[in-house]
């Protein structure tokens, strides 16, 4: 499976913008599918991880009550809701297929203040 990630963006703080992780090659509707990200200088870290059909979902500390994950497996997509955005959410956000340890290739996002 391929995953392509897009969405990223520069925004203000406080601001909002929704990821979307869209597979191809095969469905991944199987799949528990992650979001995660990475900073200048700072090692890939979890942000957000739905399971494969939708009914379970887990945060980092550091985004929940501000971001929220979903999917839409007749579309083979999942999308990343963040509202309430933070300098310190300036990264490049990578989404990621567990069963097929698949990654996308990223999509910045800038944050300013």
């Known amino acids: 499976v391929q995953l392509q990630a897009s969405g990223g963006g520069l925004v203000q703080a406080g601001g909002s913008l929704r990821l979307s992780c869209a597979a191809s090659g095969r469905a991944f509707s199987n799949s528990a599918v992650g979001w995660f990200r990475q900073a200048p200088g700072k090692e890939r870290e979890f942000v957000a991880l739905?399971?494969?059909?939708?009914?379970?979902?887990t945060y980092a500390e550091s985004v929940k009550g501000r971001f929220t994950i979903s999917r839409d497996n007749a579309k083979n997509t999942v999308s990343l809701q963040m509202n309430s955005l933070k300098p310190e959410d300036t990264a490049v956000y990578y989404c990621?297929?567990?069963?097929?340890?698949?990654w996308g290739q990223g999509t910045q996002v800038t944050v300013s203040s």
């Open positions: 739905i399971n494969s059909y939708g009914g379970s979902t």
């Open positions: 990621r297929a567990y069963m097929y340890n698949a």
